[in-house]
């Protein structure tokens, strides 16, 4: 079994910034894909940036310039770090991964629970 815990969320102002947190753990082989998804009130779930191992992160287009996606493949931690945000930001955070539970067996996705942000105006 497989775990995703995230932290970090909370309440900011417009303009201010938070960091998120999502490790990993159990029955880890390895992890190709991590990334931050966000489901505002009312719709659906979008994909806000992704990251696969080794390679640069992509954003949606309403975050490029603010928001930075990075992680810590020794730990199995994946970060996102947030500035300059807007109230359209705000919605509850998960993030995914994509993770191979053992060297034969297939890559599935994983969710964590989630964690509200909300941002003033």
């Known amino acids: 079994q497989v775990q995703l815990v995230e932290s970090g969320g909370g309440s900011v102002q417009a303009g201010g910034s938070l960091r998120l947190s999502c490790a990993a753990s159990g029955a880890i082989f390895s992890i190709n894909y991590m990334g931050w998804y966000r489901q505002a009130p009312g719709a659906q779930r979008e994909l806000v940036a992704g990251?696969?191992?080794?390679?640069?992160?992509n954003y949606a287009d309403s975050v490029k310039g603010r928001f930075t996606i990075s992680r810590d493949d020794a730990n199995n931690m994946v970060y996102l770090q947030m500035n300059s945000l807007k109230p359209e930001d705000t919605g509850v955070y998960c993030c995914?991964?994509?993770?191979?539970?053992?060297?034969?067996?297939?890559?599935?996705?994983?969710w964590g629970q989630g964690n509200q942000v909300t941002v003033s105006s």
């Open positions: 990251i696969i191992g080794g390679g640069s992160g």
């Open positions: 995914g991964a994509g993770v191979r539970p053992g060297a034969a067996r297939p890559s599935r996705r994983y």
